[in-house]
């Protein structure tokens, strides 16, 4: 094997890896009901976009009961709203 096709190799294989380590997603439906009602309790009454990654969940546009708009980020594990952002 050369050492152009093993390095070619070790590059494809470490993109692989990275890739699928960074990918956003959408929640499961066991996600979304537990996100959702932490929000409602929160007293959010309606969000745009919610993606969950390996470390946080972010929630996009997320419109408290005052009409204030806000990016929040909730703990993966607790779904704890962790971060608060005003927009």
């Not at 806000?70 to 927009?87: M, N």
Request: overall charge negative; hydrophobic content about 45%.
């Amino acid at each position: 094997m050369s050492i152009k096709f093993t390095g070619l190799a070790a590059l494809a294989l470490g993109l692989a890896f990275t890739g699928s380590a960074f990918a956003d997603r959408a929640p499961t439906p066991e996600e979304q009901t537990k996100i959702e009602a932490v929000l409602k309790q929160e007293g959010f009454t309606k969000w745009k976009k919610i993606e969950v990654e390996d470390d946080e969940i972010e929630i996009d546009d997320a419109i408290d009961a005052n009409g204030k708009q806000f990016d929040l980020e909730l703990d993966p594990k607790t779904f704890a709203i962790v971060k608060r952002k005003a927009e």
